[in-house]
């Protein structure tokens, strides 16, 4: 459940200020001549993500319900975005800007569906909206897990549009401010990696992991790893409230969901064993996520199969939880014609986040950034841009230490 911010003294203020003359604004029905903006009023689940409409002057209260303080008052014809799914009595969870909590259902209705709000009675302004989610374009992108010193941050980010990097701070790779000039002003969308199928015995999280008892076997190839159980409570709280939130806090843009594919393993695999109750832990993990970073991009890497296309948690199908998705090696190494199968499925879903086009990316490796390999990279995005998917050829899965500029070799 979502709480006053203690941090902000201000926002306790005016929340018991406002809590004080609650009637000021529609909440709970008690203006009566604000009835007439519950046409289409909203009831029931939600899509977590889902654009909302204020339809009055209404409360965005700490709790849901009218005991509750007053975080602020949301203008009307105010665009929040849905928090969680189901609603708690009558109230949503839901974002507006920086702040969550919690509205009256009766003044709320999709945005998709909702007229064109008339002139709002003057309040308080809310702060400028996040990026959101969704990708406004899909590319080019590149990928890459070195540091940022000694790249030319600029060209990097005029060159592509969405940029997946290693934010931990425990990497030192970036720094705040090399991270916002990445972000170009908002041109560019940044994620970070975000390992949650395994973890590595460099992280400077990996005596936590360990403590949760989720860890199973050493990933082959990769003996500084182990997978997860998924399924383990203790370790999707690690994820979502340590490892993710710490990452949240260098102003990325959103997660790139790494090793997930765990949830395909079976039960009897050497490689990551993954039973029915992992497996489903893994899409749980991903609501969990959701519900903390309703406004962030979480793009899923491989894992790319029927469970996870149509499979569901918590009420609602795991795709709407989603901005996007990747696949490695589609096209790579003799091509993997299972993984192209199952992009062109998600493909063929049609889906799209916050009116923007789910966004479909491959990586493939080409051995090399060289312009030995550039006639090889550009075979591979030929084939990637055939099937409509945004493409980025980098040298080996094990490497990625900085970005592949093919148009200079």
């Known amino acids: 459940m979502a709480v006053l911010d203690r941090s902000r003294p201000w926002v306790v203020a005016l929340s018991l200020a406002l809590g004080a003359c609650a009637g000021s604004a529609a909440d709970d029905g008690s203006v009566a001549d604000d009835s007439s903006a519950t046409s289409g009023a909203l009831s029931g689940s939600i899509v977590v993500g889902t654009e909302l409409l204020t339809t009055a002057n209404v409360n965005l209260r700490s709790g849901p319900d009218t005991a509750h303080p007053v975080i602020r008052v949301l203008p009307k014809g105010t665009t929040v975005i849905a928090a969680r799914a189901a609603p708690d009595g009558t109230f949503y969870d839901v974002r507006a800007g920086a702040d969550e909590g919690w509205v009256h259902g009766a003044y709320l ?3 998709n569906a909702a ?7 003057p309040g308080p302004a809310g702060p400028a ?4 989610r969704g990708f ?4 080019p992108w590149a990928s890459f897990y070195g540091p940022g010193a000694g790249l030319d941050l600029a060209k990097l980010a005029s060159t592509f549009r969405i940029i997946n ?3 931990d701070p425990a990497a030192g790779n970036f720094t705040g401010a090399q991270i916002t000039t990445l972000k170009a002003n908002g041109a560019n969308r ?3 990696y975000l390992n949650i199928g395994s973890c590595e015995t460099y992280r400077s999280y990996w005596s936590k992991c360990v403590a949760t008892g989720a860890l199973t076997t050493t990933y082959d190839g990769y003996p500084d790893e182990k997978w997860a159980d998924l399924s383990n409570v203790a370790y999707q709280d690690l994820m979502v409230n340590d490892v993710a939130a710490t990452l949240a806090a260098r102003n990325v843009d959103g997660f790139f969901l790494d090793n997930l594919e765990v949830v395909e393993h079976g039960a009897s695999s050497t490689n990551g064993p993954c039973n029915a109750a992992c497996a489903q832990g893994g899409l749980d993990l991903v609501w969990k996520l959701r519900q903390r970073f309703p406004g962030l991009l979480i793009v899923m890497q491989n894992a790319t199969g029927a469970f996870t296309r149509n499979g569901t948690t918590h009420g609602v199908p795991y795709r709407t939880l989603l901005d996007g998705i990747s696949h490695e090696e589609v096209y ?3 091509g993997d014609a299972q993984a192209r199968s199952e992009m062109l499925a998600w493909k063929a879903l049609g889906l799209s986040v916050a009116g923007r086009p789910f966004w479909l990316a491959v990586e493939d490796y080409a051995g090399a950034c060289s312009s030995a390999k550039k006639s090889a990279a550009q075979s591979l995005r030929s084939k990637a841009q055939a099937d409509g998917l945004s493409s980025y050829v980098t040298d080996e899965s094990g490497k990625q230490q900085a970005p592949c500029y093919w148009s200079d070799l």
């Open 129 to 132: 909206p996040a990026a959101g």
């Open 115 to 121: 007229p064109a709000p008339g002139p709002a009675t």
């Open 109 to 111: 209705v999709p945005k």
């Open 332 to 334: 790579s190494n003799g």
């Open 190 to 192: 940044v994620i970070s």
């Open 136 to 139: 406004p374009d899909p590319g």
């Open 165 to 167: 990097i290693d934010a």
